[in-house]
């Protein structure tokens, strides 16, 4: 049963902020094919977020690095239209904004024009500043990542809770700020202490949507196939599985494969 205390039948990145201001907490899903973002989007999730985590997902990737700016249009058109309400956000993936501005602005017009998305999410702070103002003045919603941001990994060495220390949590409070300064709509705060994402989201006034970063933020994005118990080798604490899918698939196409060898599918009435 939805919460939600205002209907929207589109959202829009003002209808978050509108949501920020009215407490009302924020539910943000991935998805990267049709099918699941129409039932992400009938469970009125209110942002599917194509994220480059289709790298690992989709693509059985190590890393969110080898995804292309073709395959993240590719997934985002077909989360487009399975979309009726939810905003469609679009990770622009590694390698298509790092280099300068004019990159930056030509891989989020390739995104929005190709796939009929709604705005981009891109990962870092003041290091990408120019590149974010030149997307915004291009009239294209950018949401911000920051904390642990997996295009980093191999900076990073590990996937470990980020911003522990006071020198990192007070660049990471800054460049929140900085974001929110240039006309971001949004923030994700990834794997981060939850006394930080809670301070973080009191000082500034844009939404700050967590993901294993506490209950104390504006709102949460999970990936649907870990929430669904599909990708079962991923355990992090923060992750709540809502099913386990991998093992209900599995019995499923094992129940098939066996009809199949025994020859009871299909019976009479499921042939012509
Ligand atoms: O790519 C992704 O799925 C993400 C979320 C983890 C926030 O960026």
Sequence with gaps: MSTAKKEYKRVTVKSL???KQNGEKISMLTAYDYSMAKIVDSANVDVILVGDSASNV???????LPITLDQMIYHA?????????????????????????KEALRSAIRIMKESGAHAVKMEGGVEIKESVKRILHAG?????????????IYKFGTYTVRAKE???????MEDAKLLEKIG???????KIPAQLAKKVAEHVSIPIIGIGAGGGVDGQVLVVHDLLGMTHEFNPRFLRRYM??????????????????SSDFPN???SY
Excluded: W
């Excluded at 989709?58 to 969110?64: D, I, K």
């Excluded at 009726?84 to 622009?92: E, F, M, N, Q």
């Excluded at 294209?140 to 990542?145: D, Q, R």
């Excluded at 006071?166 to 990471?172: N, S, V």
């Design 17 to 19: 902020i509108e949501m």
């Design 166 to 172: 006071d020198e990192e949590a007070k660049k990471l």
């Design 244 to 261: 386990n899918l991998y093992e209900e698939m599995g019995q499923a196409i094992g129940n098939y494969v066996s009809d199949v060898k």
């Design 184 to 190: 971001c709509f949004g923030v994700v705060l990834e």
């Design 268 to 270: 009479p009435d499921e």
């Design 140 to 152: 294209i919603p950018v949401m911000g990542h920051l904390g642990l941001t997996p295009q980093s």
């Design 77 to 101: 058109s077909s989360v487009v239209k399975a979309a009726k309400r939810a905003l469609v956000v679009v990770d622009i993936p590694f390698g298509s904004y790092q280099s300068d501005p």
């Design 58 to 64: 989709m693509a059985g990737h190590e890393t969110t």
